[in-house]
C-alpha cells in the first residue's frame, strides 16, 4: 500500500485546499492516463484517481516539494496493487478478458507525452508482464520518466528498472509484429466491416492474417463467443456465419479509439459494440470486439 508515501493526516482550511485541487486538477489527466494504461479499464483507472485525490486531500502538502512527481507516484503504487486483485477477478471472467476501450479522439495520448502502452493490443500484451514490469514500462515509454526517478516510485535499483524496461520491451517485440499506419489500419478496418456485413468469405480470407485471432468480450453479460476464434479461414467462416443476424439494423459511426480507427456498432441509436483490429504487413492479425454494455461508455460518451 502507499501509507507511507507522506506524513500523517492535518486539518486543512479552504484555501488550502482550493491550492490542492487545483494542483491536483493540473496532473490528473497524466494520472489518468499511468491507471488506465497499468489497469485497462477506464473505470478503475477513475475509481483509482479519486483514491489518490483523497490522500492528496489529507497528506500534509506543505511536506510534498513536488506535487506532480508525489501524485504519480502514489498513482503508480495504488494500480501495481490494484492490478494484482484484478487479474485474480479476471480468472473468472466470463470468455476472453479485453482492455475498456477509450476515446482518444481529443486527446491522442491520454495524457502522456507519447501515445505508447495505449494500443488495444499492446494493453492485452502487457497483461502479461508483472505489475512491476507493466509500471516501469508505462513510465518509461509513455511518459518518458528518466530512470532515477521511476527507480524512486518502485522503491527499486536503477539497474533492476532497466532490467524490467529491457525484459517489457523484448516481450513486445517478441510477440507483435510491426503495426501498419493508422491509415492503413483505418482502410483495413473499413474494408473488414463491409467484408463481415456482406458475409463475403473470399474478402474476409484476404484480409486476414494467417493465423488472425478473433476475440469477443461479452462478460457474461451480451451474447459473445466464449473462446476466441483462430486463424483466418476458421474466423472468415464464424464471421460468415451470423452475418445475417448480427448485422441486421447495424449503423456504424466511426471513432479514434486508444489511437486508433474503431467502428462504433449501433442499433436503433444505442452502441452496442466497439470493433476494431490490428494488423501488420501480414494482414489483420487481431480483431476485437468488445460487447460488455459495461466496458463501452468510455469509448462512446454520447452512445
Known sequence: MVADDGPGDVPQDADDLDSAAAAFAEVR????????????????AEDLVQDVWLRWQTCDRDAVADPAAFLATIATRLAINVLGSARVRRESYVGPWLPEPVDTGADPYLGAERGEALNLAVLMLL???????????????????????????????????RQLVSRARKHLRSERRAPVTGAEQRRLLTAFVAAA?????????????????????????????????????????????????????VDVEWATVNGQSAALLRRDGETFAVLTVDATDQGIGRVLWMMNPAKITAASPAG
Open 127 to 161: 497483461e502479461r508482464l508483472s505489475p512491476t514490469e507493466r509500471a516501469a514500462y508505462v513510465l518509461r515509454e509513455a511518459f518518458d520518466y528518466p530512470y532515477p526517478q521511476i527507480a524512486e516510485i518502485l522503491q527499486a535499483g536503477e539497474p533492476a528498472v
Open 197 to 249: 456485413r456482406a458475409g463475403d468469405l473470399a474478402a474476409l480470407e484476404e484480409l486476414l492474417a494467417a493465423d488472425a485471432v478473433s476475440y469477443s468480450d461479452g462478460g457474461g453479460a451480451a451474447r459473445a463467443s466464449r473462446f476466441p476464434v483462430v486463424g483466418a479461414a476458421r474466423v472468415a467462416k464464424y464471421l460468415r456465419a451470423f452475418a445475417d443476424r448480427f448485422w441486421d439494423g
Open 29 to 44: 489527466p497524466r494520472l489518468f492516463g499511468i491507471a488506465y494504461r497499468m489497469l485497462g479499464s477506464a473505470t478503475e
